[in-house]
């Protein structure tokens, strides 16, 4: 089951609402994933020099501000920690690769779920809606955003299995299907310098796919390579800095609904997530053919 | 025409509405706004209603119909008319995948494209699409016309019974056991008459006509040991 959702806005002037139309696309697919769900929301990009890093906690009295001054102390950096929820959006002009070697030295217990420029994600256990509301969506602006309802087939219902999956900067991808060869492309992954936090399948398709962005491919070419490479049920919805995309696996096993207006593109599981949105009623609808990718934004 | 507002009455309020009324009502046409996308619209009638479904429907619109003449004016979601008995089911846009699954009779028009596994397994239903039909249409299709005016995707008809396909467009492949067959001058006839029904204007000459080779689902002494 699991129900996947995407909005990608066209229209710059719908950005101050990204929150509030995509919080109840979210919530209608709850029926769909009952068991945890996520989003990664992609706005305020920091400056080239700084990285943005969404933490989570398993632990409701995390000492955030202590986290943060220890950070600065250690690596002589800036940071800067705003709290949400169970999550922080840590931003900080160390560098990327030192700082998670510090959190991981240090705060073995934090998990990095997101990094990158713009991409923030919050995810946890429990109803779509207690999500949407723990992480303050509805009044969140920014460019696109991508969001998962889970129902666990593959793995544990955890806050660390549930989507979205990020394993580069900037790239997250939800998952409605399940793979079948992730066992054997995770050990090739790993060996390749990937780190998976998770035993889930849809965390190999990130790895997969930050492998490829990393080798010089588009995002459009990463999905082709996707195409051939990864194999099971899968329509993918994945994120970029600048990016949307969608995929289905050769067999359109898992459902998919598109919708494209002047000033937005939304994706879906099934309509009714999609239906609230302005203008939805004279959209462009549309099932998205099997085998075949769909970009927005910057992918090629 | 009475409007039903899915939105106050929910899904269940307007099938009720529907199923509830007596034999030889006097309200026949029937308007339900505000679909939303939701799923089941307008499922299991049995009366000769003229229902109008006012933008988008979810997954199963028109399942089980019986009598009723039911037209969506948007995009319907998977399983359309699916197991559909008599009437008839028109979708001005596309079709999500498994369109007219099971239907025994009665008539589906899909305006636009209709996705992967239209008439799956369809049992003496009538489908006209006016576009195109994506992979494994015709699946296991044991009775009734498949009319595709655009073009159809890889494995066409896999595993066909008795049912008749015509395609005015390309075929990208055919499924095991579908063929490719003479168009004779009852066929022309038949397609004329569905295409009419349909109300699309469409060449029946234009159409090739696909069908079971047969081979496949009778009994072969030859394939004993496969069992």
């Known amino acids: ?300 | 025409m009475t409007e039903l507002d899915l939105q106050k009455l929910g899904v269940r309020g307007v099938n009720s509405a529907l199923h509830g009324l007596p034999e030889g009502a006097n309200a026949q046409d029937w308007l339900i706004s505000n679909p939303m996308g939701q799923h089941a619209i307008a499922c299991g009638l049995d009366a000769p209603l003229k229902v109008t479904i006012d933008g988008h429907v979810g997954f199963y619109c028109g399942g089980m119909n019986q009598q009723a003449e039911i037209t969506i004016q948007g995009h319907a979601g998977v399983g359309v008319a699916e197991n559909m008995m008599s009437g008839q089911v028109r979708v001005k846009g596309s079709a999500s995948d498994s369109a007219g699954a099971t239907a025994h009779g009665g008539l589906l028009v899909i305006e636009g494209d209709a996705s992967s596994r239209c008439g799956i397994s369809m049992k003496g239903v009538d489908i006209v699409v006016g576009g195109s039909v994506g992979h494994m249409s015709g699946f296991m299709a044991q009775s009734g016309h498949l009319v595709v005016c655009g073009d159809a995707s890889d494995a066409l008809g896999d595993s066909i019974y008795e049912a008749i396909v015509f395609v005015r467009g390309k075929v990208a492949g055919l499924g095991a056991d579908c063929i490719e067959k003479e168009m004779r001058p009852e066929h022309l006839v038949k397609l004329a008459e569905l295409l009419d029904a349909a109300d699309i204007d469409a060449d029946p000459g234009s159409f090739r006509r696909y069908g079971s080779a047969r081979t496949l689902y009778n009994f072969d002494i030859d394939n004993a040991d496969a069992y």
């Not at chain 1, 930050?210 to 994120?239: I, N, P, W």
């Not at chain 1, 096993?253 to 099934?270: F, I, P, S």
């Open chain 1, 1 to 300: 089951m699991c129900g996947i959702v995407g909005l990608y806005l066209k229209d710059p002037n719908l950005q101050a609402n990204l929150g509030a139309l995509f919080a109840p696309m979210l919530i209608e697919m709850t029926d769909r994933g009952p068991d945890s769900a996520g989003f990664a929301i992609y706005r305020n990009p920091v400056d080239q020099h700084q990285t943005k890093f969404t933490l989570a906690s398993d632990e409701p009295d995390t000492d955030w501000t202590s986290l943060g001054t220890a950070l600065k102390n250690a690596l002589n950096c800036q940071a800067r920690l705003d709290v949400h929820g169970d999550h922080a959006v840590l931003v900080t002009d160390a560098d990327p690769f030192a700082t998670q070697a510090w959190l991981a030295e240090t705060r073995p217990q934090i998990r990095v779920v997101g990094s990158g420029r713009s991409i923030e994600i919050f995810k946890q256990t429990g109803l779509p809606k207690d999500v949407v509301e723990q992480f303050k969506l509805v009044g969140a602006h920014g460019s696109h955003a991508i969001g998962h309802t889970r129902m666990a087939t593959e793995s544990a219902v955890t806050t660390a299995g549930s989507h979205p999956f990020a394993t580069g900067l900037d790239l997250c991808l939800v998952h409605n299907g399940s793979l079948s060869n992730h066992n054997h492309l995770r050990r090739g992954l790993e060996r390749s310098g990937i780190v998976f936090q998770t035993e889930n399948d849809t965390e190999v398709a990130a790895g997969f796919m930050t492998m490829k962005l990393r080798q010089g491919l588009s995002l459009h070419a990463a999905l082709e390579a996707g195409l051939v490479e990864l194999d099971g049920f899968y329509t993918f919805c994945v994120g970029t800095a600048d990016g949307f995309a969608v995929m289905r696996d050769p067999f359109g096993c898992k459902h998919a609904v598109l919708a494209e207006t002047e000033g937005w593109v939304a994706m879906a599981t099934e309509y009714r997530a999609i239906a609230h949105l302005p203008g939805a009623d004279a959209a462009e609808i549309w099932e998205p053919e099997p085998h075949k990718i769909y970009t927005w934004g910057s992918a090629h």
